[in-house]
């Protein structure tokens, strides 16, 4: 159960760490807000959860195996002769190291990208700055899921 704990403390330390960005207040009015944000808009949060995710192993997927195979066939065409076994396991290994880098920044960008939409949604201002095809798929959906209830 620490684990959890632990999982729970990160997660909302980093949206935390985005409201300061975002609002410019201290670290506990942000993590406040971080976490009111939260519970008002959970069900949003957890779709970019789910939908982070796929992306994000899709994304390293596709990193790691692109880096690899274009290493073989670099290791073939320019040395024929040799075993790309050793050159292929280290460039695998930057490969992994590269995409996990990568792809963190990535997660982060979409994390605070939700926090900026909701932040904008919930003053009531900047509806210019929101492109209109999300406008357009939000106000849809809460339509859709108002029809529902």
């Not at 300061?20 to 670290?27: D, E, K, P, Y």
């Not at 939908?51 to 274009?70: K, P, Q």
């Not at 994390?111 to 201002?125: I, K, N, P, R, S």
Request: net charge positive.
């Amino acid at each position: 159960c620490i684990w959890c704990f632990e999982k729970c403390l990160k997660f909302l330390n980093k949206n935390a760490y985005i409201q300061t960005a975002l609002h410019g207040t201290n670290f506990c009015t942000s993590a406040k807000k971080a976490f009111h944000l939260i519970l008002r808009n959970a069900l949003r949060f957890g779709t970019m959860a789910v939908l982070g995710s796929v992306v994000h192993a899709i994304g390293f997927f596709s990193i790691v195996s692109g880096t690899g195979c274009i290493g073989y066939l670099l290791m073939r065409a320019m040395h024929p002769n040799t075993s790309p076994f050793v050159p292929l396991i280290v460039m695998l290994a930057v490969a992994y190291i590269v995409a996990r880098l990568y792809m963190n920044v990535f997660h982060l960008a979409v994390d605070t990208c939700l926090q900026c939409f909701l932040a904008v949604e919930e003053m009531g201002e900047g509806a210019d700055f929101v492109p209109e095809v999300l406008r357009n798929f939000v106000s849809e959906n809460e339509r859709r899921i108002q029809s529902k209830d």
